[in-house]
C-alpha cells in the first residue's frame, strides 16, 4: 500500500521569508501523481500544485515550488516570499495511475504540516 | 469555488443517532471519493464510487454506508453515531478517464458533524 509521510508537525516561517516542507512517500508504481494541497481555517481543501512522476521538471506555481527527486520518493514544496495568507495546514499527497493510464485511484495524504508565518 | 456541494455544512447530533451527508459532484465528474477528517488529522480516505459503482474501499466502518445515485450525486450514510465519529467529512470528484484530467481531486466545503 502506498504511504505518505510529512516529518514535520509544525514549521514556522517569517513574513517574505522562504520556508520548505518535506514529504516522503513509499510506491512500487512508476507512474503517479503527486499534490500539495492547502487547507487553511476555513478547512477549504486548495490544490497548491501538482507534479507527474513521468516528468523530470519541477513544477511550479507563482512562490511556489517543488523538488521532486523520484529515486529518493521525495517531495518538497518551497514556498518563497511567504505571506501571511501562506499560513494553513500543508498535505501533501499522493494518487496512483493505472497501467495505461486509464484510471486513477483515491488520494492518499500525509498527516500535514501546520504552517505559521510570522509578520 | 470547485464546484462540488455538499450538505449540511453543519450538524450536530447525539449518539445512536442516524445522519446522511450529501454530495453533488462537479458538471460531468464520475467519480465521487469521502474522506474523514477528524480534530487536527489527516484525511482517512473511505469510500469511491464511479458512475454508480462502488470502485474502491477504504477505512469505512461498517456503520457507514454509501451510495451513487443515476444523477451521480452521492450520499453517505453514518448510523449508530459514536462520539468518535465527530468530525470533518469531505466529498471530492474527478473527471472521468479519458477526458482532459488533471489529476486532481476537486473537494467540497466539508460536512462539519458534531456527536453530542
Request: aromatic fraction near 12%.
Amino acid at each position: 500500500a502506498q504511504t505518505v509521510t510529512q516529518s514535520q508537525p509544525e514549521m514556522s516561517v517569517q513574513e517574505a521569508e522562504t520556508v520548505t516542507l518535506s514529504c516522503t512517500y513509499d510506491t512500487s508504481e512508476s507512474d503517479y501523481y503527486l499534490f500539495w494541497y492547502k487547507q487553511p481555517p476555513s478547512r477549504q481543501m486548495i490544490l497548491v500544485i501538482r507534479q507527474e512522476a513521468y516528468k523530470q521538471q519541477n513544477a511550479t506555481e507563482n512562490r511556489f515550488s517543488v523538488n521532486f527527486q523520484k529515486a529518493a520518493k521525495s517531495f518538497s514544496l518551497k514556498i518563497s516570499d511567504s505571506q501571511l495568507g501562506d499560513a494553513a495546514m500543508y498535505f501533501c499527497a499522493y494518487r496512483r495511475i493505472n497501467a495505461g493510464g486509464t484510471s486513477y485511484g483515491k488520494l492518499t495524504f500525509g498527516q500535514g504540516t501546520i504552517l505559521t508565518v510570522h509578520p | 469555488d470547485s464546484g462540488v456541494t455538499q450538505t449540511p455544512k453543519h450538524l450536530i447530533t447525539a449518539t445512536g443517532q442516524r445522519v446522511t451527508l450529501r454530495c453533488s459532484p462537479r458538471s460531468g465528474d464520475l467519480s465521487v471519493y469521502w474522506y474523514q477528517q477528524s480534530l487536527d488529522q489527516g484525511l482517512q480516505f473511505l469510500i469511491q464510487y464511479y458512475n454508480g459503482e462502488e470502485r474502491a474501499k477504504g477505512n469505512i466502518l461498517e456503520r457507514f454506508s454509501a451510495q451513487q445515485f443515476p444523477d451521480l450525486h452521492s450520499e453517505l450514510n453514518l448510523s449508530s453515531l459514536e462520539l468518535g465519529d465527530s468530525a470533518l467529512y469531505f466529498c471530492a470528484s474527478s473527471p472521468a478517464t479519458g477526458k482532459i484530467n488533471t489529476g486532481e481531486l476537486f473537494f467540497g466545503e466539508g460536512s462539519r458533524l458534531t456527536v453530542l
